[in-house]
């Protein structure tokens, strides 16, 4: 069983939907998440950050992390065609160690 | 400022030879981190770099593989001799205070 795991998708949306990506984790150490979007042939571009438990809200998007749970999502509201791209979740111990391990990503497609 | 700067973008060699690749980092930031991403792995952390240190580098994959960081403005990581497994993705990411926060566009590498 890998340590992050991550459904690869292709997940359609129409334009305009409420996106819902998430991740499960098998290591309760994790405390801090990250999200970053991937476009095809570039790197991965961070869009959100959070430590511990709890929400974190930045223009359209929503990350939630549940430790009791070992889930991470990210919410996409009023999604675009421009939000099309690979999501990629990533997860560290902390702790002075600052080794994140990411998802294999799940592919978004949103239809105009 | 113009991003983490990653050369070459695509490497095309044969088998045996030796490879570098070559990175950039933002100004300022005092981490840098060497990944590879593959179809079937994903991302993977090869080895990362505070103040030019190298801190972690469990995920070297072998002694074919090494990397340096000879200033706070470049680092190489370099592969002798190379095998067609190391086909992949290689992205250098910088940023403050242990996070990937940028990562450059990445090398295409194929090992023939």
């Known amino acids: 069983q890998k340590e992050v795991e991550q459904d690869p998708g292709p997940l359609s949306v129409p334009e305009g939907a409420i996106v819902s990506l998430n991740c499960t984790y098998s290591n309760s150490a994790f405390q801090y998440f990250m999200w970053y979007r991937q476009y095809s042939r570039k790197g991965p571009e961070l869009l959100m950050y959070t430590y511990s438990s709890g929400n974190k809200e930045d223009g359209r998007f929503t990350a939630q992390v549940d430790k009791s749970s070992k889930y991470i999502s990210l919410f996409i509201r009023d999604s675009q065609p421009s939000d099309s791209a690979t999501y990629l979740c990533?997860?560290?111990?902390?702790?002075?160690?600052?080794?994140?391990?990411f998802g294999t990503g799940t592919r978004l497609k949103v239809l105009a | 400022d113009a991003g983490v700067i990653q050369s070459p973008r695509h490497e095309v060699t044969e088998m045996g030879q030796e490879v570098t690749l070559r990175c950039k980092p933002i100004?300022?930031?005092?981490?840098l981190f060497w990944y590879r991403q593959t179809m079937m792995r994903g991302l993977e952390l090869l080895i990362y770099?505070?103040?030019?240190?190298?801190?972690?580098d469990s995920g070297m994959p072998e002694d074919r593989f090494s990397a340096k960081m000879p200033n706070a403005s470049f680092s190489t990581l370099k592969i002798q001799p190379s095998e067609p497994r190391d086909s992949a993705v290689y992205f250098c990411?910088?940023?403050?205070?242990?996070?990937?926060?940028?990562f450059g566009d990445g090398t295409r590498l194929s090992i023939l």
């Open positions: 770099f505070n103040n030019n240190v190298p801190i972690d």
């Open positions: 990411a910088s940023g403050l205070g242990g996070r990937p926060q940028h």
């Open positions: 990533a997860m560290s111990e902390g702790s002075g160690t600052y080794k994140y391990i």
């Open positions: 100004s300022g930031h005092d981490y």
